[in-house]
């Protein structure tokens, strides 16, 4: 009996260190949605309560546009749960029936929380406010539209531009062609020319491709997409697909591998002034935008040249990223919610949280670098009025370089099934970079998982739609 | 002539007496339920319920948001199919068999040494803990600190005695060992409870053994290490559990937002997958399947380990 008693705790305490973190929500999904039978009126007084997941008024940028926005839905209270988008707590207020009045996600969750109905489509929304969705920049506005409907409304934009070392490039004989991936045999050479190293110790990254992340970047620079653009086939064992793959890789290969170029980069002191331009040890790299002001910040002395990235016939690109607006199934406030979105990313609002920086920039002393989003009329008004020659090249240098990115732009279009997706293509490029497969067989392996999970995802999709 | 009144069992007064300590008996259950049920009604509430209703989930194709879908054997079968189990399997096999051994063995040897440390016991015992109390996100990128292939502590270390070493967070070959390594870090509590153990063992033992003339070597073996078996069996079969489901290191070091992009398969270890399972793709009935065969696993171990450990564990007053 004894025995017996010891077996079962035994049983119950195993289980409950195995299960424990395993927590789950239960819940009945509602059929009708927030949308159905609210008024979207842009005259009407609101009420209640507006709880934003996943946005922080962190900066001058965001303050100024929630105060805004704020004063746009009173009498009707804002409240922010701040941080980064918890997707499992997110989730999980959408189960339990409790979900947050609005959510501030990445672009790229919008297709896979709108195919689950965690979010409601805008449309009556967009209508019911008058929001303009011409201003909104296309590749950005496309990754919120998932099979026809706008899920989100688009906020900031996130570019890459080519930023090097200019000491490190006049001494190896180079210039920005060199690096900008227009000539992917100059890149190379290039990055020979300026690595330093000596096996597996590196001194100088010459360049980095910034794998895993920019696959997509230099699949297009090839010219090809990931996937097809309603969102249904996966690309990756496109021809030329494979062909950056290799060149991106190749790119590690000659400076003495990935892990030694990964170890060196891991060691570096990123936001410091102790960072990689500025210590003279990486020559170039694609990196978005933001990073001109991390350098700006902490090191404005380091020796930066800008340009775009380009594609192999020399044209500007730009892989977009960003954040958008949503409104969760069982939104309590949606009236509430339509009209904060829609403030936030007007463009005079953008307009005075530009103003905002400059004049924080300026009791600083420091320039203004321009102000991505992803309202195209607020960026042309925000670069208009407010970007001016800083008084060092480099620096407007940069700030063109930027602008000119955010006009080529491409993004993924949304599916249901976005985060297999990147898991599949992520891992295929992780798996060569760590040497255990060759290019060729993991984007194959990759075009088979990740194809089965769009299938498996979009057949869900189809079969709810009816 | 007086008379003892002697009742026959089965009598009058014996039902009084066994009824009186049946009452006393079920008074003190009672009791004693009533004192542990907090924590019985935590527990049905927090652990026994979400584990049935996992093995529901576990049938069921479940999003989190929309209603389980029951699909039968299905998530079961998908186990068999799915390559990246086997691979989760294989790497949490590995580590575990590695890692549990050596994590005893260098628990034990620094219990040993602390008991050797006379005053400066006190001090050591407080800096062999104070690891313990990083916190486990901390310690994922402690690691990819110390391990960095390039300006890593241990790399810089072996480079002392002219070794060139691995690409500890890269190199496939090499992500486990580091991972083993680093799960040293917070051997402190095994070495304090160790340490309890050895100051239990009666001194008179020692003694004896050396007035018949049995070395360190031989007193650790025959005396020390029996003596403290079940301290050891302890040590051991906590850190089995755990080892199976190594988790916070190995997913901050190599799937977390420090490496948003960059991941290793050599570091997915089973929890790991069945996260991302879960809280990424959002196929929770998948991932409540794979959580009830890893509990079947575990399972196996412990009681194979619960049957081993009745030839060599000794506990004090226990009766064979």
């Known amino acids: 009996m004894k025995t017996a008693a010891v077996r079962w705790s035994a049983l119950a305490l195993t289980a409950g260190l195995v299960f424990t973190g395993c927590a789950e929500g239960t819940s009945d999904s509602s059929d009708d949605e927030s949308g159905g039978g609210t008024v979207y009126d842009p005259e009407a007084e609101l009420s209640g309560e507006l709880n934003v997941m996943g946005f922080g008024a962190t900066d001058e940028i965001g303050q100024t546009r929630l105060d805004l926005a704020s004063e746009a839905i009173a009498p009707a209270a804002v409240s922010l749960i701040e941080g980064d988008l918890d997707i499992q707590q997110f989730l999980s207020a959408i189960a339990s029936g409790e979900p947050p009045e609005l959510v501030y996600a990445n672009r790229d969750q919008i297709g896979t929380f709108a195919s689950r109905g965690a979010i409601i489509p805008l449309d009556e929304c967009i209508d019911g406010e008058g929001i303009d969705t011409s201003i909104y920049r296309e590749p950005a506005l496309n990754q919120v539209t998932f099979d026809g409907s706008v899920y989100g409304i688009p906020e900031f934009n996130q570019v890459q531009i080519t930023q090097a070392n200019a000491d490190l490039l006049a001494a190896a004989g180079l210039t920005l062609d060199d690096v900008n991936g227009s000539d992917w045999d100059a890149a190379t050479a290039a990055t020979q020319a300026m690595y330093v190293g000596d096996g597996s110790s590196l001194s100088v990254i010459g360049f980095d491709s910034k794998l895993p992340e920019f696959l997509p970047l230099w699949a297009k620079a090839n010219g090809a997409d990931l996937l097809s653009e309603d969102g249904r086939t996966a690309q990756l064992d496109d021809p030329k697909v494979l062909e ?113 920086r400059v004049d924080l920039r300026e009791a600083e002393g420091k320039p203004f670098t321009g102000l991505l989003t992803g309202n195209a009329e607020a960026d042309q008004a925000i670069q208009d009025q407010f970007v001016t020659p800083s008084g060092e090249q480099k620096w407007d240098d940069a700030v063109a370089a930027t602008y000119e990115a955010n006009e080529a732009t491409f993004t993924l279009p949304a599916n249901p099934a976005d985060a297999e997706f990147k898991t599949a293509w992520q891992d295929a490029v992780n798996r060569v970079l760590n040497g255990q497969q060759e290019p060729a067989e993991a984007l194959a392996q990759a075009q088979e998982e990740a194809q089965a999970a769009l299938d498996e995802a979009w057949s869900t999709w189809d079969q709810e739609e009816g | 002539m007086a008379r ?116 400066a016991s006190g001090f050591f015992r407080t800096a062999f803990f104070l690891p313990k109390m990083t916190p486990p996100v901390a310690v994922g990128i402690l690691l990819l600190l110390l391990f960095n292939g390039q300006d890593g502590l241990i790399n810089g270390v072996l480079g002392w005695f002219g070794i060139d070493g691995p690409a500890w967070t890269t190199d496939p070959d090499w992500v486990k060992p580091g991972l083993i390594l680093m799960s040293l870090w917070s051997v402190g509590s095994s070495v304090i409870i160790l340490l309890a153990a050895l100051r239990n063992v009666p001194q008179e033992l020692y003694d004896s053994a050396r007035v ?61 997958y069945l996260f991302r399972q879960a809280f990424e793709f959002l196929e929770m009935g998948y991932a409540s399947a794979m959580a009830w065969l890893l509990f079947v696993i575990i399972m196996i171990f412990t009681a194979i380990q619960i049957r081993v450990s009745r030839r060599f564990v000794y506990y004090e007053g226990e009766q064979r």
């Open chain 2, 212 to 272: 018949d003339g049995a070395n360190w070597w031989q007193q650790t073996r025959k005396i020390t290490v029996p003596m403290i078996s079940g301290a050891l069996f302890f040590i051991f079969i906590v850190n089995t559990i755990a080892g199976f489901q190594t988790f916070t290191e190995a997913y901050t070091a190599f799937f977390g937002s420090g490496n948003t992009t960059y991941s290793n398969d050599a570091a997915l270890f089973y929890v790991i």
């Open chain 2, 4 to 119: 003892t009144q002697v009742h026959a069992p089965g009598s009058l007064g014996d039902d009084r007496a066994a009824r009186a300590r049946r009452i006393g008996r079920r008074r003190e259950t009672r009791a004693a339920l009533l004192f542990i049920s907090p924590w019985i009604i935590g527990f049905l509430i927090f652990t026994a319920w979400p584990i049935i209703y996992s093995g529901y989930l576990s049938l069921t194709d479940y999003d989190v948001i929309n209603s389980p879908n029951f699909v039968g054997l299905e998530n079961y079968e998908e186990l068999f199919r799915d390559p990246k189990i086997a691979t989760a399997l294989w790497n949490t096999f590995i580590f575990t068999v590695i890692q549990v051994p050596l994590y005893v063995i260098v628990s034990l040897a620094l219990a040993l040494l602390l008991d050797k440390a006379g005053r």
């Open chain 1, 244 to 356: 950056a793959l290799e060149w991106a890789v190749g790119i590690y290969d000659v400076q003495g591998g990935f892990g030694a170029v990964k170890a060196y980069r891991d060691s570096a002191d990123f936001f410091g002034a102790g960072n990689q331009f500025a210590t003279n040890v990486l020559g170039a790299m694609p990196m978005e935008q933001w990073y001109v002001n991390v350098v700006n910040d902490v090191s404005p002395d380091a020796p930066m040249a800008y340009d775009t990235v380009r594609d192999r016939e020399g044209q500007p690109l730009a892989y977009a990223s960003g954040s958008a607006w949503a409104i969760p199934e069982g939104s309590s406030n949606p009236e509430a919610a339509c009209r904060f979105i829609k403030t936030m990313t007007e463009t005079d609002s953008w307009i005075a949280a530009a103003q905002a």
